[in-house]
Nanobody, 119 residues
């Protein structure tokens, strides 16, 4: 089965930067959307950044101007550049790809990578 492999998480001080990457182990065809979500203890999973279509990007208000999402559908890869990190950015970050696998519409998720921002 297709798996999304994430990397790039870690511990940084406030104001620092991290780059998250996510790559599918198998081929996902006809990708409809790629994005990043995060979940902190006691909070619901929330959208961080999204590529809903080629040439379009959406960001949560809390990260706009600090985070940049990029992706390559042909390579089944999505990245998240995070700058000016704040303690409230601390969470587990999950990549997500929506597309087709063997002709069936699927919703794929990464295993999650921990991002911790210290004061």
């Amino acid at each position: 089965q297709v798996q999304l492999v994430e990397s790039g998480g870690g511990l940084v001080q406030a104001g620092g930067s991290l780059t998250l990457s996510c790559t599918a182990s198998g081929t996902i065809s006809n990708i409809n959307a790629m994005g990043w979500y995060r979940q902190a203890p006691g909070r619901q999973r929330e959208l961080v950044a999204l590529i809903p279509d080629v040439g379009s990007t959406n960001y949560a208000a809390s990260v706009k101007g600090r985070f940049t999402i990029s992706g390559d559908a042909a390579k089944n890869t999505v990245n998240l550049q995070m700058n000016s990190l704040k303690p409230e950015d601390t969470a587990i970050y999950y990549c997500n790809i929506k597309g087709l696998r063997l002709g069936v519409k699927r919703d794929y998720w990464g295993q999650g990578t921990q991002v911790t921002v210290s004061s």
